[in-house]
């Protein structure tokens, strides 16, 4: 089946340094999947916050980027320079392509950021 | 205001009971889900409505029956509860089905204790 696999939290970094959580991703049954981070911050509901749904592009939201890899099959979050707001819990997911809007949804990475 | 309701946001059954958890979208979706999360697993998709009809069902068991009354509902009926049911279940919508590129938003959650 498919599967999401990434960083193992938890992950601390301290205030404006760089941060990136790996993602890597198993597409079985879908040969060219959607691919999402969403973010949950403390207290709030899972939100996107970013997509790709084209190989090699990029993708951008609040500071953060993910290219997505079709070679090496991930899609990293990174960000140059994190701030305390950023903690939260991230999650990388694939997503079918054309009847199949099923999100398969990698652990979680919880993000410390110390001011 | 919140676009998607989930009640109750706690809930505590004991086995072999049978409870109901609702889900009402305000966004104007067509398409609505259910995701469950036990502890310290990922997120993991459990239906696919379109249009109020079941498109995917990912759950093995039975005992889990969405309903969906009116186009912004679906709720999820679970019967013969066990402690393994224990866990926070999450309903989504996106605009469509088709296309997976679509944003699924998510609610709060209903977190299940079963005893």
């Known amino acids: 089946g498919d599967s999401v696999t990434q960083t193992e939290g938890p992950v601390t970094v301290s205030e404006s340094e760089s941060l990136i959580i790996n993602c890597t991703y198993s597409?079985?049954?879908?040969?060219?999947?959607?691919l999402f981070w969403y973010v949950r911050y403390p207290g709030e509901g899972l939100q996107l916050l970013l997509k790709v749904i084209t190989a090699g592009q990029k993708g951008s939201s609040r500071g953060f980027e993910a290219t997505y890899n079709k070679e090496t099959t991930s899609f990293h979050l990174q960000k140059a320079s994190v701030q305390e707001s950023d903690s939260a819990v991230y999650y990388c997911?694939?997503?079918?392509?054309?009847?199949?809007?099923?999100?398969?949804f990698g652990q979680g990475t919880v993000l410390s950021v110390i001011p | 205001d919140p676009k998607i309701i989930q009640k109750p946001k706690y809930l505590v059954a004991v086995t072999g009971s049978e409870k109901i958890l609702i889900c009402e979208q305000y966004?104007?979706?067509?398409?609505m889900y259910w995701y469950r999360q036990s502890a310290k697993k990922p997120l993991e998709f459990m239906f696919s409505y379109s249009y109020q009809k079941l498109m995917d069902n990912q759950t093995a068991s039975s005992r889990f029956q969405p309903q969906s009354s009116k186009k912004n509902h679906l709720d999820l009926q679970i019967t013969a509860l066990k402690p393994d049911d224990s866990a926070t279940y999450f309903c989504?919508?996106?605009?469509?089905?088709?296309?997976?590129?679509?944003?699924?938003?998510f609610g709060p959650g209903t977190r299940l204790t079963v005893l």
């Open positions: 966004l104007g979706h067509n398409a």
């Open positions: 597409a079985t049954s879908i040969a060219y999947p959607n």
């Open positions: 989504a919508s996106s605009q469509d089905l088709d296309w997976g590129g679509y944003e699924q938003y």
């Open positions: 997911a694939l997503g079918g392509t054309g009847g199949n809007n099923k999100l398969t």
